[in-house]
């Protein structure tokens, strides 16, 4: 869809005169904007509702969760010793204030990880449905309440109340792990089954939004130059190297990366991985703390440090305490005068042979005076498994398809 103010008035008057009576309570026949802040310890922030009333909520957006995570007043298994769990400040869903709130705990049993990407103890939650609501659309979802241990969250505010999960959806499966938005669009609530993301300043972002998340569509005017579609693929390792969950969690926007280049000359990737069963060389898509720096595999980050001269950091330097990415490998400063000399980054996708390209501007971050080259690893030697982000995406536009599973980018 056009988002441009005159086409996009046009289109929505058109949709409008062509409405059929609605199915459900509020379902929308356009797509939505969320407008989304960029939190810098997490990630990107959006505002939603659930429950009747409706009980606003700042939600984590989160490309690798599955569910509706919601916060919820339910400590150590019972619904009302709130304090032992959560400080007083905590953002949170109140489910007994809510008139359409359904423990859904019989069709869907509980479920914890440990280890987990989110705290250091047993990830635990319940099912519940309830109604949520985004921009114009309210309809039913299943959700996961939180089921915290004491003390874990006492002395600690989470700036949010929620996680909004967008994974793709894992196959065979139900509710309980289709994401919120896919049970809308499953629900007709949305029009079409893509979600988008774009950076701010563009068509559709109101002041104070760093980007903006559509979901049931997405901008032709962003796509215009063309969108080019990549199948998800299947990536084992991602359990080990990306995202420790425990029982696993396999299911995330990874397509399959064909060609790494710095400036022209194409760096190796291990494809013999695939066979020991780890997966192809692969880009996951996150846009949240671990979508930060431009995904290398060690070896080309090796061949990158040498072709920039780059230093490494000592320790004890302050640059590590603020370091630009959080990844497990070293990192490198380089000489701020050089940079716009470097050579760009490229990746092309199974699919096609379109190049995606990362400028140095987006993989040179500034820390203090110093320039350090913002890139993150993950595995050994030229196993390249990225998680692809905000610094991938400058300049990019991302559509997931849930319905067809596979992602598209376009250039802006
Ligand atoms: C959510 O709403 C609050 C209150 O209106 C506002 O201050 C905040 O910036 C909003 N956050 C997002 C991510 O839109
Ligand atoms: C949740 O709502 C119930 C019913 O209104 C209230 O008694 C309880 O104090 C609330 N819990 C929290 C943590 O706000
Ligand atoms: C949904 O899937 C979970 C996990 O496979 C299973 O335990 C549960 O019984 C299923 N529930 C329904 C209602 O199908
Ligand atoms: C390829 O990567 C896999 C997984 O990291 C590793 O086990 C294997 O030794 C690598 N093979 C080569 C030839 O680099």
């Given at each position: 869809m056009s988002f441009s103010a005159s086409s996009f008035l046009a289109l929505a008057l058109a949709l409008v005169a062509d409405a059929?009576?609605?199915?459900?309570?509020k379902p929308c026949n356009q797509p939505y904007d969320i407008p989304l802040i960029r939190n810098k310890d997490y990630g990107w922030f959006a505002n939603i509702s659930i429950g009747t009333p409706p009980q606003p909520m700042t939600v984590f957006t989160d490309w690798t969760w599955t569910s509706q995570y919601a916060i919820s007043t339910t400590c150590d298994g019972v619904e009302g010793n709130t304090a032992d769990c959560l400080s007083p400040a905590q953002q949170l869903f109140n489910q007994s204030n809510s008139a359409t709130y359904k423990d859904e705990t019989s069709l869907y049993p509980s479920e914890s990880w440990?280890?987990?990407?989110?705290?250091?103890a047993p990830f635990n939650v319940d099912y519940a449905s309830d109604v949520q609501t985004i921009g114009p659309v309210t309809s039913r979802i299943v959700l996961q309440t939180s089921n915290i241990q004491p003390g874990i969250f006492t002395q600690f505010t989470l700036p949010f109340g929620g996680i909004y999960g967008m994974m793709p959806d894992p196959k065979g499966e139900n509710a309980s792990d289709l994401s919120p938005f896919n049970q809308q669009y499953k629900d007709g609530?949305?029009?079409?089954?893509y979600a988008a993301f774009s950076f701010c300043p563009?068509?559709?972002?109101?002041?104070?939004?760093?980007a903006i998340q559509t979901l049931g569509g997405y901008s032709k005017a962003l796509a215009r130059k063309g969108l080019h579609w990549y199948d998800v693929v299947d990536v084992p390792a991602v359990n080990e190297l990306a995202f420790t969950f425990s029982p696993k969690i396999y299911s995330y926007w990874s397509i399959q990366v064909s060609g790494l280049f710095i400036g022209s000359e194409r760096q190796a990737l291990n494809t013999t991985a695939a066979k020991q069963g780890?997966?192809?060389p692969a880009a996951i898509f996150d846009h949240?703390?671990?979508?930060?720096g431009i995904p290398l595999s060690t070896d080309a980050y090796a061949r990158l440090v040498q072709i920039t001269r780059a230093k490494p950091v000592p320790a004890g330097s302050p640059i590590l305490s603020a370091p630009p990415n959080n990844g497990p490998q070293p990192f490198f400063t380089v000489d701020c005068r050089k940079t716009r000399f470097f050579p760009p980054i490229t990746y092309t996708f199974s699919g096609d042979r379109t190049r995606w390209t990362v400028e140095p501007s987006e993989y040179i971050a500034k820390v203090g005076d110093a320039c350090v080259i913002d890139a993150r690893t993950l595995g050994k030697g030229s196993y390249l498994l990225g998680n692809f982000g905000d610094n991938f995406l400058k300049g990019k536009y991302v559509v997931f398809d849930f319905k067809k599973n596979r992602v598209g980018l376009a250039k802006v």
């Amino acid at each position: 869809m056009s988002f441009s103010a005159s086409s996009f008035l046009a289109l929505a008057l058109a949709l409008v005169a062509d409405a059929h009576p609605a199915a459900h309570s509020k379902p929308c026949n356009q797509p939505y904007d969320i407008p989304l802040i960029r939190n810098k310890d997490y990630g990107w922030f959006a505002n939603i509702s659930i429950g009747t009333p409706p009980q606003p909520m700042t939600v984590f957006t989160d490309w690798t969760w599955t569910s509706q995570y919601a916060i919820s007043t339910t400590c150590d298994g019972v619904e009302g010793n709130t304090a032992d769990c959560l400080s007083p400040a905590q953002q949170l869903f109140n489910q007994s204030n809510s008139a359409t709130y359904k423990d859904e705990t019989s069709l869907y049993p509980s479920e914890s990880w440990f280890p987990n990407e989110f705290f250091p103890a047993p990830f635990n939650v319940d099912y519940a449905s309830d109604v949520q609501t985004i921009g114009p659309v309210t309809s039913r979802i299943v959700l996961q309440t939180s089921n915290i241990q004491p003390g874990i969250f006492t002395q600690f505010t989470l700036p949010f109340g929620g996680i909004y999960g967008m994974m793709p959806d894992p196959k065979g499966e139900n509710a309980s792990d289709l994401s919120p938005f896919n049970q809308q669009y499953k629900d007709g609530a949305w029009p079409e089954p893509y979600a988008a993301f774009s950076f701010c300043p563009g068509p559709s972002c109101p002041e104070g939004a760093d980007a903006i998340q559509t979901l049931g569509g997405y901008s032709k005017a962003l796509a215009r130059k063309g969108l080019h579609w990549y199948d998800v693929v299947d990536v084992p390792a991602v359990n080990e190297l990306a995202f420790t969950f425990s029982p696993k969690i396999y299911s995330y926007w990874s397509i399959q990366v064909s060609g790494l280049f710095i400036g022209s000359e194409r760096q190796a990737l291990n494809t013999t991985a695939a066979k020991q069963g780890d997966g192809v060389p692969a880009a996951i898509f996150d846009h949240a703390s671990k979508g930060r720096g431009i995904p290398l595999s060690t070896d080309a980050y090796a061949r990158l440090v040498q072709i920039t001269r780059a230093k490494p950091v000592p320790a004890g330097s302050p640059i590590l305490s603020a370091p630009p990415n959080n990844g497990p490998q070293p990192f490198f400063t380089v000489d701020c005068r050089k940079t716009r000399f470097f050579p760009p980054i490229t990746y092309t996708f199974s699919g096609d042979r379109t190049r995606w390209t990362v400028e140095p501007s987006e993989y040179i971050a500034k820390v203090g005076d110093a320039c350090v080259i913002d890139a993150r690893t993950l595995g050994k030697g030229s196993y390249l498994l990225g998680n692809f982000g905000d610094n991938f995406l400058k300049g990019k536009y991302v559509v997931f398809d849930f319905k067809k599973n596979r992602v598209g980018l376009a250039k802006v």
